[in-house]
């Protein structure tokens, strides 16, 4: 132990002498481990960190998917639930959860709470308790006047100042009094941290019952496997479930399945195999970093070669020089592994800072025991492995290492190769990230590009759910509305508005697929009718949006309930439904909302994205608000007013109008459309991030390997200039040197790239499995940094005199 503490003193008085090698070496490092420690704790947090729920190995998500239709929604009916329930054998316990919104009316205080429908079980099964109160009961879920809330914590505190004799306190929701029974933890996080309230689902009465029927798949299922029941087994009943369903249901569950998945990864769900990928590239990066800085202590190794021959003839043995290789190495990978940890503390908080909410799980990013570990056990593999690295230089005898002289010292044929190697994995890695990097760049490029169908400059949308006496009066919902558009349009500096139900943003539209039938097929109400998406609006919606009609009318005030029922429909459902027909004036038939409903196409619209910017156009109609008066409906505008101005003139005209309701948020379509991409600009940035580190890297290090390669033959350079040869010719025979390294190098970068861009491509939208382009300029891109790197050590060598050189050995 005292020779271990011995070796450490001497490793801090060696490394303070060379403060340049100390610095360079200590900031690679903590470059390196830094980022991947930053990444790491987004990917234990999101990931790997438990959920913390009670046994939740065997808990599981139910979500509805249609293969045939390549559709898959997280939700599923609610009678849908209740069947699974009361038949299963595989599950002893289901439990669900379904977001809704709800007005909070306390005297001087109205607000719109994110609240959530739960079965009365599902806290229960999953182990969570309230922090005050009573959770919820089974008698709880029988719709009757005794109705119940929980709190959320961060809800108690706001809005009852954390009062504890709220429990048992009546409350005004938009649909009457309910009495808070308890107060949940403050890190509950179900369905997110984002939820303030919860009900039972007999809170529903049944005006609302109808609207949770076989329509909008809205609730998602939770499981919990009875004992010695594996995932394989609860599948295949869930998949009898599906046939059964179809068969009673054919227009709502024909060609619908149910599937099962562990909870966790339902959670995750898209962000898994992202995450995976940054943290995979990030670990390039370390690779970067760990060759650079074992070709500096390869360097420092050769230059110590006559104190280390001192020290074996003075008798020191093999394992005790190694020994104090080793203890060196691990002192650098100490002071760098600390300063990596300062630098991820800072990249983490920026990560989450500019993290666009695509990562679920977030707040369970940070700095726990097993990022600490992680950081503490690669350092410590890290140091070892570089002070085996060290150690295998050969220390050559005491009387060699005095022959050979200060200036001749260090470089076995075998260890340039080493050195060279190195630099070769270098451009290997940074050209596989500059290629996930720009696969990524041009993927979102080619997506931003795409047509979404609409105008989306100027056109803001704002969020209204209406509540009280709207929820019954389906009179006063139609008059509400239509004064609130005719209102904003009288605003100045808004051209024009009308109602959707939800912006034309893709992916954005209500989560129902309506079956239908055109010309021919089957009827609307059998199995294998087609589906379409849909949304509700008002007179003015396209012209608002800047989608073109291309045949027929828009629709007009004339269009009221009592008015025929009309339907727009967009240019694909004319052309699937009416194929080689006019469909202007023809009857569509749907099934929605349990009804049979038949419908004259009044108007066909260009198509808008409703599923995403990659997906192809899906037929869809549109429907007039006030023959589908929904509770909850956007304002659309256009506007040469900016969104501060405008959200405020919106919100007062709104409260003018009836000031118990309120507009929860105003976007911009622009900004709307630019976050359908938030994902793929996110890990772009990263990548590109990480791309540029490594560039940087690897320049760096090949210029350093061969600005040594080039001092250690400076004799053999003066010999060359000597004997007759030119300075250009000693550039190109320095350079010749870096092809003969950098294209072998090139070549396995792009098999690597090759397998990476496959990642991407079936992960990321947009990216093409092999991109010849991308694949090229990177190659390019690279080949002529690394021909770059090595000019200084070229021009370096063609300026050698041969007089000093000679004299120097």
């Not at 800085?293 to 005790?320: H, S």
């Not at 220390?395 to 080493?418: D, F, T, Y």
Request: net charge neutral; hydrophobic share 45%.
């Amino acid at each position: 132990m005292e020779s271990v503490w011995y070796d450490v003193k001497l490793a801090v008085r060696s490394f303070l002498k060379k403060p340049g090698f100390l610095a360079i070496t200590i900031l690679t490092f903590a470059l390196g481990i830094g980022a991947n420690t930053a990444i790491f704790s987004v990917v234990h947090g999101v990931i790997l960190a438990p959920l913390g729920y009670k046994d939740e190995a065997r808990l599981q998500a139910i979500s509805s998917v249609n293969p045939s239709e390549d559709l898959e929604f997280r939700g599923n009916f609610l009678p849908d639930f209740w069947y699974w329930r009361e038949n299963s054998r595989t599950f002893d316990e289901m439990a669900f959860h379904g977001w809704r919104s709800w007005t909070l009316q306390e005297p001087g205080h109205v607000e719109r709470v994110e609240s959530v429908a739960v079965s009365a079980n599902l806290f229960g099964m999953l182990g969570i308790q309230p922090a005050l109160g009573r959770g919820f009961e089974p008698e709880d879920e029988i719709p009757g006047p005794g109705r119940v809330v929980l709190l959320s914590f961060s809800l108690w505190q706001r809005v009852f100042g954390g009062d504890p004799s709220v429990l048992g306190r009546s409350v005004n929701l938009d649909d009457g009094p309910v009495t808070i029974i308890g107060v949940m933890p403050a890190d509950t996080d179900v369905p997110s941290r984002r939820a303030e309230l919860w009900r039972p689902v007999g809170y529903l009465e049944q005006y609302e019952q109808s609207a949770f029927g076989r329509e909008e798949r809205d609730f998602r299922v939770i499981g919990h496997l009875a004992e010695g029941v594996g995932l394989g087994t609860s599948q295949a009943e869930m998949g009898r479930f599906a046939e059964a369903l179809a068969e009673s249901f054919p227009a709502t569950n024909s060609g619908w399945e149910a599937k099962v998945q562990p909870l966790r990864e339902h959670i995750v769900g898209d962000a898994e195999v992202p995450l995976f990928i940054a943290f995979a590239a990030v670990g390039l990066v370390l690779l970067i970093a760990c060759t650079n800085i074992a070709n500096l202590l390869l360097v420092r190794a050769m230059g110590r070669e006559r104190e280390m021959a001192v020290r074996q003839a003075l008798g020191a043995g093999r394992r005790r020089l190694l020994q104090q290789q080793i203890v060196e190495s691990l002192v650098l990978t100490a002071v760098g592994g600390f300063a990596g940890l300062l630098f991820a503390a800072w990249l983490s908080q920026l990560l989450l800072a500019y993290e666009p909410g695509i990562l679920p799980r977030k707040e369970g990013i940070g700095f726990d025991v097993p990022v600490l570990l992680f950081a503490f056990a690669a350092s410590l593999v890290i140091g070892i492995v570089f002070g085996l690295v060290s150690a295998l230089h050969r220390v050559p005898s005491l009387s060699g290492a005095l022959k050979q002289g200060g200036a001749q010292i260090g470089g076995s044929r075998r260890q340039n190769r080493l050195r060279m190697g190195l630099v070769g994995a270098q451009i290997a890695v940074a050209l596989t990230l500059l290629v996930g990097a720009g696969l990524l760049v041009k993927g979102l490029h080619k997506l931003s590009r795409v047509d979404p169908g609409f105008r989306p400059d100027g056109v803001y949308a704002s969020h209204i759910i209406l509540g009280g006496r709207y929820r019954r009066d389906l009179e006063a919902r139609r008059v509400y509305f239509k004064q609130l558009v005719e209102n904003v349009r009288a605003l100045p500096g808004v051209s024009d508005a009308a109602l959707s139900t939800t912006p034309p943003i893709p992916g954005m539209g209500i989560k129902i697929e309506v079956p239908y039938r055109g010309a021919e097929g089957p009827l609307a109400t059998e199995a294998g009718a087609p589906s379409a998406a849909f949304r509700v609006i008002g007179p003015g919606y396209f012209e608002t949006i800047g989608t073109p009609l291309l045949r027929g009318r828009d629709f007009t005030d004339r269009d009221t309930q009592d008015a025929p029922p009309v339907v727009i429909i967009n240019n694909t459902l004319a052309e699937r439904a009416f194929p080689g027909e006019a469909p202007i004036g023809r009857q569509l038939e749907l099934f929605l909302y349990g009804e049979t409903m038949e419908l004259e196409v009044i108007g066909v619209s260009a198509d808008t994205r409703f599923a995403g910017l990659d997906q192809a156009t899906r037929p869809a109609f549109f429907l007039v608000h006030p023959q589908m008066p929904f509770l909850g409906i956007a304002v659309v505008a256009r506007t040469s007013l900016g969104p501060a101005t405008y959200g405020a003139t919106l919100r007062r005209t709104a409260t003018a109008l009836d000031p118990s309701q309120l507009v929860l948020r105003v976007e911009s379509l622009e900004e709307a459309l630019s976050g359908t991409l938030a994902m793929e600009r996110f890990y772009s940035i990263l990548l590109g991030l990480f791309a540029a580190v490594a560039l940087t890297l690897a320049a760096s290090g090949i210029y350093g390997v061969f600005a040594y390669w080039v001092r250690q033959r400076q004799r053999e350079m003066g010999l060359r200039i000597a004997l007759g040869a030119s300075p250009s010719e000693i550039r190109r025979l320095v350079l010749s040197r870096g092809v003969a390294v950098t294209f072998p190098s090139l070549v396995a970068g792009l098999a690597t790239a090759l397998a990476l861009s496959k990642a991407l491509s079936s992960t990321f939208r947009g990216i093409d499995a092999v991109d010849p382009a991308v694949l090229a300029a990177a190659a390019v891109a690279l080949g002529c940094v690394a021909m770059a790197a090595c000019i200084v050590p070229a021009r370096q060598a063609a300026k050698v005199q041969p007089t000093r050189a000679l004299r120097s050995e």
